[in-house]
């Protein structure tokens, strides 16, 4: 089964909007990733939060972990159409294993 | 640097050839990571090694799956025989050494592979 989960499975919003994702795992982490995939594309790394961080910031990323609930949310802000793509969390000791991912769509 | 390269980027064959698909990690990354991507499926992890040797092949999906990694510099999955169901999206990956912790990964453009 799949280590992380991501939720919803899509989103659509306007440009310039908020656009959050969260994520849901089963088990202990030493950390936890998120990526990015544009169609027909390899994933890109986007953040990397420890399990010892709370909220961690990357330009117009927000990543926010709570260990107690195994959950961790995305938060774009003032989206970009550029910003369409689909959106995985995971995790992992050695290997990672990833969700189902969320697709975002962002609407000029 | 490069990045990852994976070739061929796509590969139509007819069911029952073999297939091979080839991945340069990074330089300086001893841990590389085969994926398969389906719609039906996602994202699912085939292999991965570290330092060149296996570590875990619990995804590979059955005996006509293999991966070899004879040097730090290369690896090849192969499908022999190829059947129209293994009709996916291959990535590879590489990331510092991921043992007791993981590394950010990087992945390659993909090989898509179409066999009919």
């Known amino acids: 089964s799949q280590q992380g989960e991501e939720d919803p499975q899509a989103l659509s919003i306007q440009e310039g909007e908020n656009a959050t994702m969260n994520c849901s795992y089963k088990t202990s982490i030493n950390n936890l990733q998120w990526y990015r995939q544009n169609s027909g594309r390899g994933l890109v790394h986007l953040i990397l939060?420890?399990?010892?961080?709370r909220e961690k910031h990357s330009g117009r990323l927000r990543v926010t972990l709570d260990t107690s609930k195994k959950s961790s949310s995305l938060l774009i802000t003032a989206s970009r159409a550029a910003d369409t793509a689909s959106y995985f969390c995971?995790?992992?000791?050695?290997?990672?294993?990833f969700g189902q991912g969320t697709e975002l769509s962002v609407k000029p | 640097d490069a990045g990852v390269i994976q070739s061929p980027r796509h590969e139509v064959t007819e069911m029952g050839q073999e297939v091979t698909l080839r991945c340069k990690p990074i330089s300086g990354h001893n841990s590389l990571f085969w994926y398969r991507q389906t719609m039906m499926r996602g994202l699912e992890l085939l292999i991965y090694?570290?330092?060149?040797?296996?570590?875990?092949d619990s995804g590979m999906p059955e005996d006509r799956f293999s991966a070899k990694m004879p040097n730090a510099s290369f690896s090849t999955l192969k499908i022999q025989p190829s059947e129209p169901r293994d009709s996916a999206v291959y990535f590879c990956?590489?990331?510092?050494?991921?043992?007791?912790?993981?590394?950010?990964?990087?992945f390659g453009p993909g090989t898509r592979l179409t066999v009919t």
């Open positions: 990956a590489s990331s510092l050494l991921a043992d007791t912790i993981s590394y950010e990964q990087y």
């Open positions: 090694f570290n330092n060149n040797v296996p570590i875990d």
């Open positions: 939060i420890r399990s010892n961080e």
């Open positions: 995971a995790t992992g000791v050695g290997k990672l294993i």
